[in-house]
T-cell receptor, first 114, second 111 residues
Framework: SAVISQKPSRDICQRGTSLTIQCQVD?????MFWYRQQPGQSLTLIAT?????????ESGFVIDKFPISRPNLTFSTLTVSNMSPEDSSIYLC???????????FGEGSRLTVL | QKEVEQNSGPLSVPEGAIASLNCTYSDRGSQSFFWYRQYSGKSPELIMF????GDKEDGRFTAQLNKASQYVSLLIRDSQPSDSATYLC???????????FGKGTHLIIQP
Protein backbone atom coordinates (compact mmCIF):
# COMPACT_ATOMS: atom_id res chain seq x y z
CA SER A 1 0.00 0.00 0.00
CA ALA A 2 1.05 3.62 -0.54
CA VAL A 3 2.40 5.80 2.25
CA ILE A 4 0.22 8.88 2.58
CA SER A 5 1.38 11.96 4.48
CA GLN A 6 -0.99 14.71 5.48
CA LYS A 7 -0.32 18.03 7.13
CA PRO A 8 -1.24 19.67 9.31
CA SER A 9 -2.25 16.77 11.53
CA ARG A 10 -4.38 19.12 13.57
CA ASP A 11 -5.14 22.80 13.82
CA ILE A 12 -7.36 25.22 15.69
CA CYS A 13 -8.75 27.91 13.45
CA GLN A 14 -10.76 31.07 13.82
CA ARG A 15 -14.17 31.50 12.24
CA GLY A 16 -13.98 33.09 8.80
CA THR A 17 -10.44 32.01 8.02
CA SER A 18 -9.30 29.40 5.50
CA LEU A 19 -6.93 26.49 5.90
CA THR A 20 -5.17 24.39 3.29
CA ILE A 21 -4.44 20.71 3.95
CA GLN A 22 -1.67 19.02 2.00
CA CYS A 23 -1.51 15.37 0.98
CA GLN A 24 1.64 13.71 -0.34
CA VAL A 25 1.79 10.10 -1.58
CA ASP A 26 5.03 8.16 -1.96
CA UNK A 27 4.05 6.67 -5.31
CA UNK A 28 2.13 7.71 -8.38
CA UNK A 29 -1.53 6.90 -7.95
CA UNK A 30 -4.41 7.46 -10.30
CA UNK A 31 -7.23 8.08 -7.88
CA MET A 32 -7.13 10.49 -4.96
CA PHE A 33 -10.12 11.41 -2.85
CA TRP A 34 -10.90 13.72 0.03
CA TYR A 35 -13.23 12.57 2.79
CA ARG A 36 -14.64 14.25 5.86
CA GLN A 37 -15.46 12.57 9.15
CA GLN A 38 -17.48 14.71 11.51
CA PRO A 39 -17.47 13.89 15.23
CA GLY A 40 -19.14 10.56 15.89
CA GLN A 41 -20.00 10.09 12.23
CA SER A 42 -18.80 7.97 9.37
CA LEU A 43 -16.82 9.13 6.37
CA THR A 44 -18.40 11.32 3.71
CA LEU A 45 -16.80 11.74 0.31
CA ILE A 46 -16.15 15.40 -0.50
CA ALA A 47 -14.61 15.09 -3.95
CA THR A 48 -12.36 13.22 -6.32
CA UNK A 49 -9.11 15.09 -6.93
CA UNK A 50 -8.35 14.99 -10.66
CA UNK A 51 -4.84 15.60 -11.88
CA UNK A 52 -4.55 18.80 -13.87
CA UNK A 53 -8.27 19.53 -13.93
CA UNK A 54 -11.11 20.56 -11.68
CA UNK A 55 -12.11 18.18 -8.91
CA UNK A 56 -15.36 16.23 -9.10
CA UNK A 57 -17.54 17.18 -6.14
CA GLU A 58 -20.19 15.11 -4.42
CA SER A 59 -23.65 16.41 -3.74
CA GLY A 60 -23.57 18.98 -0.97
CA PHE A 61 -19.99 20.08 -1.56
CA VAL A 62 -18.94 22.99 -3.78
CA ILE A 63 -15.68 24.27 -5.16
CA ASP A 64 -16.00 27.70 -3.56
CA LYS A 65 -16.08 26.14 -0.10
CA PHE A 66 -13.64 23.27 -0.69
CA PRO A 67 -11.23 24.17 -3.49
CA ILE A 68 -8.99 21.25 -4.40
CA SER A 69 -5.79 21.15 -6.40
CA ARG A 70 -3.88 18.21 -7.81
CA PRO A 71 -0.93 19.38 -9.85
CA ASN A 72 0.61 15.91 -10.24
CA LEU A 73 0.01 12.23 -9.45
CA THR A 74 1.50 12.35 -5.95
CA PHE A 75 0.24 15.60 -4.41
CA SER A 76 -3.09 17.24 -3.64
CA THR A 77 -4.43 20.03 -1.46
CA LEU A 78 -7.84 20.68 0.05
CA THR A 79 -8.74 24.14 1.28
CA VAL A 80 -11.56 24.67 3.74
CA SER A 81 -12.68 28.23 3.07
CA ASN A 82 -14.43 30.76 5.28
CA MET A 83 -14.60 28.27 8.11
CA SER A 84 -17.41 28.02 10.63
CA PRO A 85 -17.69 25.77 13.71
CA GLU A 86 -19.71 23.33 11.59
CA ASP A 87 -16.54 22.64 9.59
CA SER A 88 -14.86 21.17 12.67
CA SER A 89 -14.04 17.69 11.48
CA ILE A 90 -11.34 15.28 10.46
CA TYR A 91 -10.38 15.63 6.81
CA LEU A 92 -8.84 12.56 5.21
CA CYS A 93 -6.87 12.19 2.03
CA UNK A 94 -7.18 8.78 0.42
CA UNK A 95 -5.76 6.96 -2.58
CA UNK A 96 -7.09 4.01 -4.50
CA UNK A 97 -5.33 1.17 -6.24
CA UNK A 98 -7.29 0.97 -9.45
CA UNK A 99 -6.71 -2.71 -10.12
CA UNK A 100 -8.23 -3.83 -6.81
CA UNK A 101 -10.24 -0.77 -5.77
CA UNK A 102 -8.65 -0.79 -2.33
CA UNK A 103 -8.75 2.60 -0.66
CA UNK A 104 -6.04 3.70 1.75
CA PHE A 105 -6.16 6.68 4.06
CA GLY A 106 -3.73 9.21 5.36
CA GLU A 107 -3.62 9.93 9.07
CA GLY A 108 -6.12 12.74 8.71
CA SER A 109 -6.18 16.41 9.63
CA ARG A 110 -8.26 17.28 12.68
CA LEU A 111 -9.65 20.81 12.40
CA THR A 112 -11.34 22.68 15.21
CA VAL A 113 -13.02 25.94 14.31
CA LEU A 114 -13.74 28.35 17.13
CA GLN B 1 -29.16 7.59 -3.01
CA LYS B 2 -26.53 5.07 -2.04
CA GLU B 3 -26.94 3.87 1.53
CA VAL B 4 -24.94 1.54 3.67
CA GLU B 5 -26.54 0.45 6.93
CA GLN B 6 -24.82 -0.92 10.00
CA ASN B 7 -25.93 -1.47 13.57
CA SER B 8 -24.05 1.17 15.54
CA GLY B 9 -23.73 -1.03 18.63
CA PRO B 10 -21.93 -1.22 20.88
CA LEU B 11 -21.57 -4.93 20.24
CA SER B 12 -20.01 -6.63 23.23
CA VAL B 13 -18.32 -10.02 22.73
CA PRO B 14 -16.29 -12.05 25.24
CA GLU B 15 -12.64 -12.65 24.49
CA GLY B 16 -12.11 -15.79 22.42
CA ALA B 17 -15.62 -15.80 20.96
CA ILE B 18 -16.68 -15.04 17.40
CA ALA B 19 -17.70 -11.46 16.66
CA SER B 20 -20.22 -11.07 13.84
CA LEU B 21 -20.64 -7.71 12.15
CA ASN B 22 -23.34 -7.07 9.56
CA CYS B 23 -23.95 -4.56 6.79
CA THR B 24 -26.64 -4.01 4.18
CA TYR B 25 -26.45 -1.75 1.14
CA SER B 26 -29.03 -0.21 -1.16
CA ASP B 27 -27.19 0.17 -4.49
CA ARG B 28 -27.59 -3.02 -6.53
CA GLY B 29 -24.84 -1.77 -8.82
CA SER B 30 -22.25 -2.17 -6.07
CA GLN B 31 -19.40 -4.42 -7.10
CA SER B 32 -16.75 -4.06 -4.41
CA PHE B 33 -17.15 -4.42 -0.68
CA PHE B 34 -14.74 -3.46 2.05
CA TRP B 35 -14.32 -3.70 5.80
CA TYR B 36 -12.27 -1.10 7.64
CA ARG B 37 -11.23 -0.97 11.28
CA GLN B 38 -10.93 2.40 12.99
CA TYR B 39 -9.44 2.90 16.42
CA SER B 40 -10.45 6.01 18.31
CA GLY B 41 -8.53 9.04 17.05
CA LYS B 42 -7.02 7.11 14.15
CA SER B 43 -7.77 6.89 10.44
CA PRO B 44 -9.53 3.83 8.99
CA GLU B 45 -7.42 0.79 8.20
CA LEU B 46 -8.43 -1.67 5.48
CA ILE B 47 -9.00 -5.19 6.82
CA MET B 48 -10.56 -7.04 3.92
CA PHE B 49 -12.27 -6.65 0.59
CA UNK B 50 -14.56 -9.03 -1.27
CA UNK B 51 -15.99 -8.97 -4.78
CA UNK B 52 -17.70 -12.32 -5.26
CA UNK B 53 -20.58 -14.03 -3.51
CA GLY B 54 -19.50 -16.39 -0.77
CA ASP B 55 -16.82 -16.34 1.87
CA LYS B 56 -13.30 -14.96 1.88
CA GLU B 57 -10.97 -15.82 4.72
CA ASP B 58 -7.84 -14.02 5.88
CA GLY B 59 -6.40 -15.19 9.18
CA ARG B 60 -8.99 -14.66 11.92
CA PHE B 61 -11.22 -12.63 9.61
CA THR B 62 -13.89 -13.93 7.22
CA ALA B 63 -15.90 -11.69 4.95
CA GLN B 64 -19.19 -12.97 3.58
CA LEU B 65 -21.08 -11.50 0.64
CA ASN B 66 -24.60 -12.17 -0.59
CA LYS B 67 -25.41 -9.86 -3.48
CA ALA B 68 -28.96 -11.16 -3.89
CA SER B 69 -29.72 -10.12 -0.32
CA GLN B 70 -27.45 -7.06 -0.54
CA TYR B 71 -25.73 -8.18 2.59
CA VAL B 72 -22.11 -8.21 3.73
CA SER B 73 -20.75 -9.52 6.98
CA LEU B 74 -17.44 -9.79 8.81
CA LEU B 75 -16.64 -12.57 11.25
CA ILE B 76 -13.77 -12.25 13.67
CA ARG B 77 -12.72 -15.55 15.22
CA ASP B 78 -10.91 -15.86 18.56
CA SER B 79 -11.68 -12.24 19.38
CA GLN B 80 -8.97 -10.32 21.20
CA PRO B 81 -9.24 -7.12 23.27
CA SER B 82 -7.13 -5.46 20.56
CA ASP B 83 -10.02 -6.05 18.15
CA SER B 84 -12.07 -3.50 20.08
CA ALA B 85 -12.68 -0.71 17.56
CA THR B 86 -15.28 0.69 15.19
CA TYR B 87 -15.75 -1.41 12.06
CA LEU B 88 -16.81 0.39 8.90
CA CYS B 89 -18.47 -1.29 5.97
CA UNK B 90 -17.93 0.37 2.58
CA UNK B 91 -19.20 -0.35 -0.92
CA UNK B 92 -18.29 0.84 -4.39
CA UNK B 93 -19.53 0.48 -7.95
CA UNK B 94 -15.89 -0.01 -8.86
CA UNK B 95 -13.72 1.76 -11.37
CA UNK B 96 -13.18 5.41 -10.48
CA UNK B 97 -16.03 5.57 -7.95
CA UNK B 98 -15.20 6.50 -4.40
CA UNK B 99 -16.44 4.33 -1.56
CA UNK B 100 -19.69 4.86 0.32
CA PHE B 101 -19.30 4.14 4.02
CA GLY B 102 -21.70 2.98 6.69
CA LYS B 103 -21.70 4.65 10.09
CA GLY B 104 -19.80 1.80 11.65
CA THR B 105 -20.33 -0.73 14.42
CA HIS B 106 -18.55 -0.18 17.72
CA LEU B 107 -17.16 -3.54 18.84
CA ILE B 108 -16.03 -4.18 22.41
CA ILE B 109 -14.15 -7.37 23.26
CA GLN B 110 -14.47 -8.11 26.95
CA PRO B 111 -11.39 -9.72 28.58
Amino acid sequence: SAVISQKPSRDICQRGTSLTIQCQVDSQVTMMFWYRQQPGQSLTLIATANQGSEATYESGFVIDKFPISRPNLTFSTLTVSNMSPEDSSIYLCSVMTVNTGELFFGEGSRLTVL
Amino acid sequence: QKEVEQNSGPLSVPEGAIASLNCTYSDRGSQSFFWYRQYSGKSPELIMFIYSNGDKEDGRFTAQLNKASQYVSLLIRDSQPSDSATYLCAVSRGGADGLTFGKGTHLIIQP
